[in-house]
């Protein structure tokens, strides 16, 4: 049942006064922890920490990592230590993985939201310094990840001579087509699929003009919270992201990543917001790469402090609060500052999302709200 904008304030301030107690236990827990970057554990200590962090990204604090266009992040859940996506650059993914103390060749498995360069630059970098992991990407036709196809797809001619047929005639019954990165252990999806307990990969196709056909990944983890969501781009749209988990969880606790609001006009933005908070009950969003600046403000408008600053080099614990985690010598980072955006809006006006200049839209994207 849809609620109210004042039941749902009236909600959230009941969440948050009945949860004071635990978060103030939470940030106890974490105090020990604040002092240090992310650091994948040693062999043996158990299932790392629930936690997310950023590293690649436009905008953030960390001055030892580099701001690029693009999005890459680490999360560490459900036992498992996943990388999404790797980002515009492999030289920028490595500095950016050694300033937050990640061995980016310790990795469970990997997921490629889709083929645009500015998810997918650092994968030769991550191959060479982890060559055999398994990296699941959206299965295309013909694809940068690899294809196959039975050779029933195409018509055939028995009245040719051999030499005039393809394979003589006697074609495999699966034909393979090569990849970008030759031996690279993909494993391509073309549906919703869960690939180790409570973690899911959500196989969605855009039918947005300049993306019309593009499949895109996202990632969604069922936890005892409800479902953590990590999106790439949200070309599907961040809406229908969020609907189809909801057949994994029909709580959502957590949603963070790119929302594709980069261009959108105020009015799609503010109903998106709405719909993210009223009609799908999100409880948390930490939003970053092309969410864009009006809908960052947007969405802080909408949730309060239930927005996440999602800026490079962040880290989130995660669990029935998430929150920032400070970095040594500093506070945990809250909301973006003028730096941010000087960076954020230079890296925008120099990308080429989508095939099409992103600052070409005379869609009135740029307004302070």
Known sequence: MRRTMKETAMSRREVLAGGAAAFA???????GCAGTTSRPQAAGSGPPKPQITVLYDAFGKAAAMQKDWGYAALIESSGKRILFDTGNNGDILAQNAKAKGIDLSKLDFVVMSHRHGDHMGGLAYLLRVNPPVKIYAPKEGFGVYGADLPSTFYRKDDSLLPQERYYDGAPPQVMRFG???PGANFQLIDKNTEIAPGVHLISLVSD???TLELRELSLAIDSPDGALIIVGCSHPGIEKIVETATAINPRIHFVG???HLVVSNDADTERIVTSLRDKFN??????GHCTGEPTFTALKRAFSGHYLYAGLGTTFALGPTPSPIA????NAVTAMDEDDLKHYRALLARSNDDGHTLF???TGCCRRS
């Open 208 to 210: 947005k003009p300049g």
């Open 282 to 287: 999100v409880g948390y969003v930490a939003p």
């Open 179 to 181: 990849a970008a990165w």
């Open 257 to 259: 990543g790119g929302f």
């Open 25 to 31: 236990a939470m940030t106890a827990g974490l105090a």
């Open 327 to 330: 970095a040594a010598g500093q």
């Open 360 to 362: 070409g839209h005379a």
